[in-house]
């Protein structure tokens, strides 16, 4: 058996007990995955500290010297252990608040040990808890020490004895048996033309490097290595689809299109949607099915560009579907459509959760006698009683709201798969675009339609809030609509934020003229839905609710969005919630209320927000700020592979390099087929072995 497809039971130390925790804490079942489970940083021991040198911005420091006493300080159930250690020069406190009496029996005051830990200031002084002690014959000599590894643990492993400390003991080993040389998982062709290092030399200096130049030569060869396979399948697998499915041809713009060009379009159209439509239109007449994502930020048309390519569906003879995540957006579109559309008599139905039984069974039969042509919706239109007769055309709005068995759905309402636009008013940034919508073609709407004003975004302490409570009213009272948003809906004991209920009495009693809606996402939908329109319509002038806002609301006469505790928010939900407001032709702000203490990370957000409307320039620094699976939208859908090196935030041009280097491999050998390519065939197989195969769904 292949030692790297051996159990971890099987290694010394470990057995079935911990195997189960690595199993089940960190998903390692063999040896390989234990060899992937990389170091998350590394301390240098190879030098000894003097307790004088000590300072409070030091990671880890390594000293030696004697313990000179032990002291139990506190009650027999609520206790900690002091030990004064000296190097001979000066002091330090070493503590513990565990494993006590195993401490007194196995350290002894008066004999040479060496010291490892983390400094830390406690009431002006120093101390180190929980650390590393070993004598110094136990350990090699320091410039034989190096770097030392520390690995991602959790409270559960730790607890059964699985530290890093441990971790690092039972891949040491492991270590040293793989010097005699694994099989690499990169043709030879593609180390050489690299000069990459091989993957032998890669998983030793990785976990245990022999210098700094070792440890990032591993390091760029592993990082390479993930992000060139996940290019590589989602390309491979694309080519698959392209040549297994073949797409509907729109030979034609005709009466529809041409018709609500020349007399229903409402405005002009911008020159980046026009480009759109013409990628758009260029993929409908290829012959290939159109898989293609369309970014455009909050208000850039992309619901025209949307309506204007089903347009294109219908003159074609096909029937054209909208799918969005929410009751409140597939309303707001439908109605969007029919303002658009005019007397152009086109049949256009809208199916949700709440079409009353009798309406749907007239829609039903429409969608499949083809009398339908267009259809919008939210998941009911996936449900199994929804057959069309020629659906042509599927768009799904918010994308990142559906799961991808939801959407796989959609392509088997027709034998042969619809053409796919998918639409996002959340801005990618373009590594995680090229990562989770790899196999799918980008447009991007980068500019907004004339007569917009850019909304101006103003950051507010908590100590500015009667003032704020002016410019409300100075608002409400020339005509204008308010949002409020709160992150909670009800107080939590651990987080001193103000709440949604405690806000709308204050709004209420502060603003006893005004009428206020409230909504949150535990309101029942005919409840939610009756309160959005009342804002909707101008009957309540103040909108106090929580995120449910986010997407789908649009009321043009809103010119204020308010974000308390804006602090608790992510970049791309702060610019989310902005959109919701600078729709009409008047100034909009958006004021970003937060409390006078704040994290550095807080600092940045609230200056890039009140730096830049730019979605684009907001989702790099969210990627940067919170890492790939924090953004908003890539959780619920979840990343379809897990990045074990790389860092999408600081790896753009490695995802780049590797992206054509797997284009060029492909171009040469779509199947490949050739010799020197049966280790990427190989490991494609284990991969889809392990992942959702996304190439075919879109």
């Known amino acids: 058996m292949n030692f790297l497809t051996q159990d971890i039971k099987f290694l010394h130390g470990v057995g079935p007990r911990k195997a189960a925790l690595f199993n089940n804490e960190l998903s390692i079942f063999s040896v390989d995955d234990l060899l992937r489970h990389y170091p998350f940083r590394y301390v240098d021991r190879s030098r000894f500290y003097k307790l004088s040198e000590i300072t409070g911005d030091m990671p880890y420091i390594q000293v030696k010297g004697r313990i000179l006493q032990f002291k139990k300080i506190g009650t027999q159930r609520k206790q900690r252990l002091i030990a004064i250690f000296s190097d001979g020069e000066n002091k330090i406190e070493l503590v513990w608040f565990q494993g006590i009496r195993f401490i007194v029996n196995k350290y002894k005051v008066g004999v040479e040990y060496v010291v490892f830990g983390k400094p830390s200031l406690f009431k002006g002084r120093f101390n180190i808890l929980h650390p590393e002690i070993e004598t110094p014959e136990q350990l090699p000599p320091p410039e034989k020490m190096g770097f030392q590894p520390v690995y991602h643990t959790t409270e559960k492993?730790?607890?059964?004895?699985?530290?890093?400390?441990?971790?690092?003991?039972?891949?040491?080993?492991?270590?040293?048996?793989?010097?005699?040389?694994?099989?690499?998982?990169?043709?030879?062709?593609?180390?050489?033309?690299?000069?990459?290092?091989?993957?032998?030399?890669?998983l030793i200096n990785i976990h245990f490097p022999k210098d700094s130049k070792a440890l990032s030569r591993a390091r760029q060869r592993l990082k390479f290595e993930e992000l060139f396979y996940i290019q590589l399948?989602?390309?491979?697998?694309?080519?698959?689809?392209?040549?297994?499915?073949?797409?509907?041809?729109?030979?034609?713009?005709?009466?529809?299109?041409?018709?609500?060009?020349?007399?229903?379009?409402?405005?002009?159209?911008?020159?980046?949607?026009?480009?759109?439509?013409?990628?758009?239109?260029?993929?409908?007449?290829?012959?290939?099915?159109?898989?293609?994502?369309?970014?455009?930020?909050?208000?850039s048309g992309k619901t025209l560009v949307a309506l204007m390519v089903m347009l294109l569906a219908l003159d074609n003879d096909f029937q054209a579907c909208l799918m969005a995540p929410t009751e409140i957006l597939a309303n707001q579109h439908y109605e969007t459509l029919m303002s658009f559309l005019g007397k152009m008599n086109i049949n256009i139905s809208l199916l949700t959760g709440s079409t009353k039984k009798k309406d749907r069974e007239i829609i039903h039969n429409q969608l499949q006698s083809g009398e339908n042509q267009i259809i919008v919706g939210t998941h009911a239109l996936i449900e199994d009683t929804v057959q069309f007769k020629n659906l042509g055309l599927v768009i799904i709005d918010e994308q990142h709201r559906f799961g991808v068995v939801q959407r796989a759905k959609l392509w088997a309402k027709n034998t042969q798969p619809p053409h796919v636009l998918?639409?996002?008013?959340?801005?990618?940034?373009?590594?995680?675009?090229?990562?989770?919508?790899?196999?799918?073609?980008?447009?991007?709407?980068?500019?907004?339609?004339?007569?917009?004003?850019?909304?101006?975004?103003?950051?507010?302490?908590?100590?500015?809030?009667?003032?704020?409570?002016?410019?409300?009213?100075?608002?409400?009272?020339?005509?204008?609509?308010?949002?409020?948003?709160?992150?909670?809906?009800?107080?939590?004991?651990?987080?001193?934020?103000?709440?949604?209920?405690?806000?709308?009495?204050?709004?209420?009693?502060?603003?006893?003229?005004?009428?206020?809606?409230?909504?949150?996402?535990?309101?029942?939908?005919?409840?939610?839905?009756?309160?959005?329109?009342?804002?909707?319509?101008?009957?309540?002038?103040?909108?106090?609710?929580?995120?449910?806002?986010?997407?789908?609301?649009?009321?043009?006469?809103?010119?204020?969005?308010?974000?308390?505790?804006?602090?608790?928010?992510?970049?791309?939900?702060?610019?989310?919630?902005?959109?919701?407001?600078?729709?009409?032709?008047?100034?909009?702000?958006?004021?970003?209320?937060?409390?006078?203490?704040?994290?550095?990370?807080?600092?940045?957000?609230?200056?890039?927000?009140?730096?830049?409307?730019?979605?684009?320039?907001?989702?790099?620094?969210?990627?940067?700020?919170?890492?790939?699976?924090?953004?908003?939208?890539?959780?619920?859908?979840?990343?379809?592979?897990?990045?074990?090196?790389?860092?999408?935030?600081?790896?753009?041009?490695?995802?780049?390099?590797?992206?054509?280097?797997?284009?060029?491999?492909?171009?040469?050998?779509?199947?490949?087929?050739?010799?020197?390519?049966?280790?990427?065939?190989?490991?494609?197989?284990?991969?889809?072995?392990?992942?959702?195969?996304?190439?075919?769904?879109?």
Not at 438 to 459: A, C, F, M, N, W
Not at 677 to 691: E, F
Request: hydrophobic share 40%; with cysteine.
């Open 233 to 299: 399948n989602i390309l491979f697998q694309t080519n698959w689809r392209d040549k297994r499915f073949k797409g509907f041809i729109f030979k034609k713009v005709g009466n529809y299109f041409n018709t609500f060009f020349n007399d229903y379009i409402p405005f002009e159209l911008t020159n980046a949607q026009k480009k759109v439509i013409k990628e758009i239109r260029a993929d409908t007449k290829s012959g290939k099915q159109m898989n293609r994502l369309l970014q455009g930020d909050v208000g």
């Open 422 to 698: 998918v639409m996002t008013a959340t801005p990618i940034p373009r590594t995680l675009a090229m990562t989770l919508y790899g196999d799918l073609s980008v447009s991007v709407i980068d500019e907004l339609p004339p007569g917009r004003k850019p909304v101006q975004t103003y950051h507010y302490y908590e100590t500015k809030r009667n003032a704020l409570l002016g410019f409300i009213a100075k608002q409400i009272n020339e005509g204008r609509q308010v949002y409020v948003v709160y992150p909670l809906i009800q107080e939590s004991e651990k987080l001193d934020f103000r709440h949604l209920e405690e806000g709308y009495e204050f709004m209420k009693q502060v603003f006893p003229n005004f009428k206020i809606s409230m909504v949150h996402g535990k309101m029942k939908p005919a409840e939610k839905n009756e309160q959005m329109q009342k804002f909707v319509t101008g009957e309540t002038q103040l909108m106090v609710a929580t995120t449910v806002i986010e997407v789908g609301v649009d009321v043009p006469n809103a010119s204020v969005m308010v974000i308390e505790s804006a602090e608790r928010f992510g970049l791309s939900q702060l610019h989310q919630l902005r959109g919701r407001v600078g729709r009409g032709a008047k100034q909009s702000y958006c004021i970003l209320l937060t409390g006078v203490k704040l994290s550095t990370d807080s600092r940045k957000r609230m200056e890039i927000m009140t730096r830049t409307n730019d979605g684009f320039e907001i989702s790099e620094a969210d990627l940067k700020l919170r890492g790939p699976g924090d953004l908003e939208g890539t959780q619920q859908s979840g990343i379809p592979f897990e990045l074990k090196i790389a860092d999408l935030a600081k790896d753009g041009q490695m995802l780049e390099f590797a992206r054509n280097t797997a284009l060029d491999i492909l171009e040469k050998d779509p199947e490949l087929q050739e010799s020197e390519n049966q280790i990427l065939r190989l490991q494609l197989r284990k991969m889809r072995t392990n992942v959702i195969n996304w190439g075919i769904i879109s």
């Open 157 to 202: 492993m730790k607890r059964g004895f699985l530290n890093s400390k441990a971790i690092q003991k039972i891949i040491f080993p492991v270590i040293k048996k793989l010097e005699a040389g694994v099989p690499d998982t990169l043709p030879v062709y593609i180390l050489q033309r690299y000069k990459l290092m091989n993957l032998t030399e890669s």
